[in-house]
């Protein structure tokens, strides 16, 4: 499509120019803006002039202000961002949400070498100029950020501290906005403006610049201190500000869209927007017509097919979900990468899986080596690299079949197991000698078994006579053992008779 001179394109990234436009998106802090502000607004207070108040205006003073912001947060809500006192005065954010038409379009003029923006941006060539104009069409405009500081003597003396930060315009046009604040206030001071501001500012600040169908991006500027400091331009530059408006646009009319109520136009029902499937067309069909249409054009047996696979890979995409390693059930983990199953109730940290190299499932070792096999798709794996084992070997060459933190825990675990026994066995030495000194008769002897001390017990009915038993069993270890011969007995009715031992003795 042409007209003159004119050319239109349509350009797509370059690998290299996303590698850029990444890089710049990550030089934005939200942080530093916000210090930035911060920083600002603190200058502007030391600049101002201070008036000296009565303990009682002052209290009229701070309860007005409490009363502004309260009503502020009731009729603007999540849009009102309450912020930390400044040295004990109130300050808080408001974001000014401005929608425009359908056909408000948007447009910079750029170097030919920042090419291959966005797919939506129009690129005009003309062979007069020295770049290319592009356009693009929004419903809704970044939000205009208004940021306030109250001084002690607002509303009855001093206005508020304030600045104003807005994307998609410069640094001039800001501080227009900032004088025309200013005009508002001295018309109406001593009373509380904030209300008035934002409502200048979301109805009238368009066409305060005759901005009624384009608005016309001024190029990337560097920050002028020497300007009004009140006037933050977020600007960074055409290649980042344009998908940036871009993505807002779209995250609000999918917003909007979600929230209101849509005729399908296969069916005629209406529903909200959350029951339709929006095609890159634009056509939309509620969620009934679309699976109806999928499975005649599939057939059942594929459409099950398509539909598992939809599911799988919105579940893949999810970033908090993760697999039971016990059950495989979904589950979502926490800030603390701690999840529980809802299935089996395992509870475990998400950070201890690793993926399977071919089918990608989790694999959640609890203890042992790196060598790990998937039971889904019997892969064999390292767990520490996540490389594949190479064919008919059972061990990485890069890496030890025991970690050493595995090794570590093991031998503490082995230690304590050692301490462990030599207490018991310390413990089994203290009792002897407490039984050899009150019954020298009656010594103990251990199971050759389990090494668990055990002594005959005489019968208290005939004190005078002693009848000891010769066979003993240790119940909680399940083990039976000749008393005289201190072995292990299989069948007392074998052990017993006339090659064998009597069933009784004296002690």
């Not at 929608?99 to 690129?123: H, L, N, P, Q």
């Not at 600007?235 to 009319?253: A, F, H, T």
Request: hydrophobic letters at 35%; one cysteine or more.
């Amino acid at each position: 499509m042409s007209n003159g001179n004119q050319q239109l394109y349509v350009i797509d990234k370059t690998e290299s120019e996303q590698e850029e436009e990444e890089e710049l998106r990550e030089g934005e802090n939200p942080k530093d803006e916000v210090d930035d502000i911060r920083n600002r607004l603190e200058d502007i207070k030391l600049a101002s002039q201070e008036h000296k108040l009565s303990e009682e205006q002052l209290k009229v003073n701070d309860r007005l202000q409490e009363e502004e912001i309260l009503a502020m947060e009731a009729i603007y809500g999540e849009n009102v961002i309450v912020l930390d006192r400044e040295d004990g005065l109130r300050s808080f954010q408001i974001n000014i949400h401005i929608e425009v038409s359908d056909k408000f379009v948007m447009s910079t003029t750029m170097d030919v070498k920042f090419g291959g923006i966005c797919s939506e941006a129009m690129a005009i060539a003309d062979d007069n100029s020295n770049g290319f104009l592009y356009s693009f069409k929004v419903q809704y405009l970044p939000p205009i950020v208004l940021t306030c500081l109250l001084p002690k003597a607002y509303p009855s003396h001093s206005a508020p501290f304030f600045t104003i930060s807005v994307q998609w315009l410069d640094t001039m046009r800001i501080s227009s906005l900032c004088q025309m604040l200013d005009t508002i206030w001295m018309g109406q001071s001593g009373k509380e403006i904030v209300y008035q501001w934002v409502d200048w500012l979301h109805n009238s600040s368009l066409s305060y610049f005759n901005f009624d169908n384009e608005i016309q991006l001024a190029s990337f500027e560097k920050p002028d201190n020497a300007r009004d400091r009140r006037a933050i331009s977020t600007s960074v530059s055409p290649e980042v500000d344009i998908p940036s408006i871009l993505k807002y646009n779209d995250d609000k009319c999918d917003e909007k869209f979600c929230q209101n109520l849509h005729e399908c136009s296969i069916c005629l029902s209406e529903y909200a927007g959350t029951k339709f499937v929006r095609l890159p067309c634009k056509h939309f069909f509620c969620h009934n017509c679309m699976q109806t249409y999928s499975t005649i054009l599939l057939g059942v047996e594929k459409f099950e097919q398509w539909k598992s696979l939809l599911f799988h890979k919105t579940l893949d995409s999810m970033s908090d979900l993760v697999y039971c390693p016990r059950c495989e059930m979904a589950c979502f983990e926490d800030e603390y990468h701690f999840a529980q199953c809802p299935k089996c109730l395992f509870t475990f940290c998400s950070l201890s899986q690793c993926p399977n190299p071919q089918c990608l499932v989790a694999i959640f070792r609890t203890e042992g080596c790196n060598h790990m096999s998937c039971s889904k798709c019997g892969l064999e794996f390292c767990y520490k690299c996540g490389k594949a084992y190479d064919k008919g070997k059972r061990h990485c060459n890069n890496c030890s079949f025991f970690s050493h933190e595995i090794i570590r825990v093991e031998r503490e675990a082995m230690m304590k197991q050692r301490h462990a026994a030599e207490w018991h066995l310390e413990r089994q030495r203290q009792i002897l000698n407490q039984i050899r000194a009150q019954n020298p008769a009656n010594l103990p002897h251990s199971c050759p078994m389990c090494c668990h001390i055990e002594y005959k017990e005489s019968n208290k009915r005939y004190s005078n006579i002693i009848i000891l038993l010769q066979m003993k069993q240790v119940e909680n270890n399940n083990c039976i053992f000749c008393w005289f011969f201190r072995k292990i007995v299989g069948r007392s009715s074998q052990h017993y008779g006339p090659k064998g031992c009597k069933q009784h003795s004296a002690g």
